[in-house]
């Protein structure tokens, strides 16, 4: 299968709202069916302890790669990870093997993550920036996760934690099911315009927790169905209703943020609907100050 046709099929459901659809389908075209190259002396640890003997399996990885770049913590998501792989070892009988390759400016920084979340899964900590050096990985943090064969070939791209419509697609590649052509066409669409699109929280206390709300207005014919909402951090939660929405109606997403140190932080939050602009992505910014 091959990673263009399986991708093009849904990108529309996962690109990054900075990138142009041309600029996906270049990047999509440069990477199909390319191999992934690895060091013979990638080292992996548990918690950054201790240093263990991880062989690759010959079938299906999940491999996700992460640089220095930003909010370390947002873009791990250690916690959606350990969920995702307990669920996928329940259905392969622990075949899918996930690789996870970790870039940090401050080796620190992985560590306590780590610890935090309590992450016992082998991870390689790649100070040198190794696995990026080799293979040159687009500058997208979206297209920084693949689905590889058990020849390291890329057969899908992009985050299940972060899509769940990737989620999907690669579950259904290891199934081994059709990838059908994309349905959205079948799918009633609707409008949807937003009260904004960023909202500053400006300057506050990193102890005290931060409360902002988005509007979401059915503008079109059809109902408004709002399939999924996904914060870039875990610092970040969303709540609304689940009840699908009347043309002419609106949906409240309610937003908390609690910073987990000081600092600025700019925060996306990312809402995949039945909407002709989904997915549709929101955005808090402000500066968590300390004593």
């Not at 500058?139 to 996760?145: G, S, V």
């Amino acid at each position: 299968m091959k990673l263009f046709v399986t991708f093009s099929l849904v990108f529309f459901m996962c690109f990054c709202a900075n990138v142009k659809e041309t600029e996906i389908i270049t990047l999509l075209q440069n990477w199909e069916g390319h191999e992934i190259t690895f060091h013979d002396n990638h080292v992996f640890t548990i918690l950054g302890k201790d240093t263990i003997a991880f062989p690759f399996q010959d079938g299906y990885k999940i491999l996700t790669y992460v640089d220095s770049v930003g909010c370390i913590g947002c873009k791990l998501q250690l916690t959606e990870w350990k969920e995702y792989i307990m669920e996928m070892d329940s259905l392969f009988d622990n075949s899918i093997q996930f690789l996870f390759f970790f870039s940090p400016e401050k080796k620190v920084d992985i560590i306590r993550a780590l610890l935090l979340s309590h992450f016992d899964y082998p991870v390689c900590i790649d100070e040198q920036d190794s696995l990026n050096k080799l293979n040159d990985f687009p500058t997208e943090m979206a297209f920084h996760t693949f689905l590889l064969d058990k020849s390291n070939k890329i057969i899908a791209i992009g985050n299940p934690i972060h899509n769940p419509k990737i989620k999907e697609l690669y579950l259904k590649i290891i199934q081994g099911g059709e990838v059908k052509p994309d349905n959205r066409k079948l799918i009633v669409q609707t409008e949807v315009s937003v009260d904004k699109y960023t909202i500053s929280l400006g300057h506050f206390d990193w102890q005290e927790k931060q409360k902002a709300s988005f509007v979401l207005k059915n503008i079109g014919k059809s109902l408004l169905v709002i399939q999924d909402v996904n914060a870039s951090c875990g610092c970040t939660e969303v709540t609304y209703s689940k009840e699908p929405i009347q043309p002419g109606g609106s949906v409240v997403l309610d937003v908390s943020y609690k910073a987990e140190t000081p600092g600025s932080f700019n925060k996306t939050i990312t809402v995949y609907c039945n909407a002709n602009s989904s997915p549709i992505v929101l955005r808090i910014t402000g500066n968590a100050d300390g004593c």
